[in-house]
């Protein structure tokens, strides 16, 4: 095999027998190689291909920007989720998990440590996915010499979750799908701005709307915990907190459900950062 593009020191992406691009990992496959040059077999460790062209790209991008070493972890999520858990999940979890890592390690550096304010739900009603969520921790540590606190867990379950509901297509999906559709419709009109559903801002607002969604259906409320931060978020911020009210609106017109301090704050966030990216 000869290489297409080399996406850095330990990954390489190739065409395979199937004429498909694909990318390969191992230490060291991609030092000091150039386009066209032949792959050392020997130094092959993984082979990653996703069916969807866009999406393969995605992850292209992602892993050419960050250690490849979160690509091979949540390989082994996908791995144990099909065979150990008997998951239907979606490829996509390659590329929103493996962001998803890379930026829980830079906040870590940071000294930022998210709660995640439905985890004792996620543990309730998904224990499979809550439990290798907590398998990918100790996967984390194992790689990184990172712990992290169990609200990882929960949030990396959320993204396995999320994966399944792109796999799934019943009648409360379906209604997921509309409201996002319709919240996604009043960003684009609003901000006059068209998505790159390819970016990863896009593909993390996305997941975030499909739990936002699912809580919305399932009429559950839940405690805010960021009184604090919301004055000064929404005041830094005013610009992208009209989308925030826009979708506020909507839901409590057609829902009768008003959202909390906190889902308002996570929405901001998302949306702010679809606009940083226009």
Partial sequence: MKILRVLNTNSVV?????KREVIITGPGIGFKKKKGECIDDTLIDKIYCLEDHDKNHTLQEIVKAISERYLEIVGKVVQAAKTEYHLKINEVLYITL??????????????????NMI??????????????GERTVKWIQEETGISLENDEAAFIAMHIVS????????????????LINAIMQI??????IEFDETSVSYQRFLTHLKFFSARIFSGKTYKDSMYEIYDVMVEQN?????GV??????IKKQYDYTLSIDEQLYLLIHIKRILDEQ
């Fill in 187 to 192: 960003i684009r009109i609003h901000f006059k």
């Fill in 163 to 178: 994966s399944e509901m792109e796999s799934s297509d019943t009648p409360v999906v379906r209604k997921i799908v509309e």
């Fill in 14 to 18: 190739t065409i395979d027998e199937k």
């Fill in 98 to 115: 493996t962001d998803h890592i890379n930026s829980v390690i830079e906040r870590h550096a940071e000294g930022i440590h998210l709660k």
């Fill in 238 to 242: 005013a610009y992208a907190y009209k």
């Fill in 119 to 132: 985890k004792m739900d996620i543990q309730k009603f998904y224990p499979k996915e809550y439990e290798l």
């Fill in 245 to 250: 009210e826009k979708v506020s609106t909507l």
